[in-house]
Nanobody
């Protein structure tokens, strides 16, 4: 079994900063692209940022210059540093990972349970 566990959500004032982390654990053979998505009430889940094994990153236009995604391959962990937060960044943030389990001949996408980020004064 594979688990992705997020941490670091919470309440922050507009203009503030918050860091999220997501650790993958279980019978993992290899992890490929990892990413963060978010879903606000009444809206569809949307991409925030992704990062490949080699460190190539991709960001949604709405977070470019404010958010930074990074990963520690040795720890199977992906991070999201969020700066200059705006009320419209408030959402449940989900991490995801494209990975292959030991003994399984294909890759699959796994999701964390989500962590709430609230941006409010």
């Amino acid at each position: 079994q594979v688990q992705l566990v997020e941490s670091g959500g919470g309440l922050v004032q507009p203009g503030g900063a918050l860091g999220l982390s997501c650790a993958a654990s279980g019978s993992i053979l290899g992890i490929y692209t990892m990413g963060w998505y978010r879903q606000a009430p009444g809206k569809q889940r949307e991409l925030v940022a992704t990062i490949t094994t080699g460190g190539s990153t991709n960001y949604a236009d709405s977070v470019k210059g404010r958010f930074t995604i990074s990963r520690d391959n040795a720890k199977n962990t992906v991070y999201l540093q969020m700066n200059s937060l705006k009320p419209e960044d408030a959402a449940v943030y989900y991490c995801n990972a494209d990975l292959q389990q030991i003994g399984v001949p294909f890759r699959a996408t796994y999701w964390g349970q989500g962590t709430q980020v609230t941006v409010s004064s």
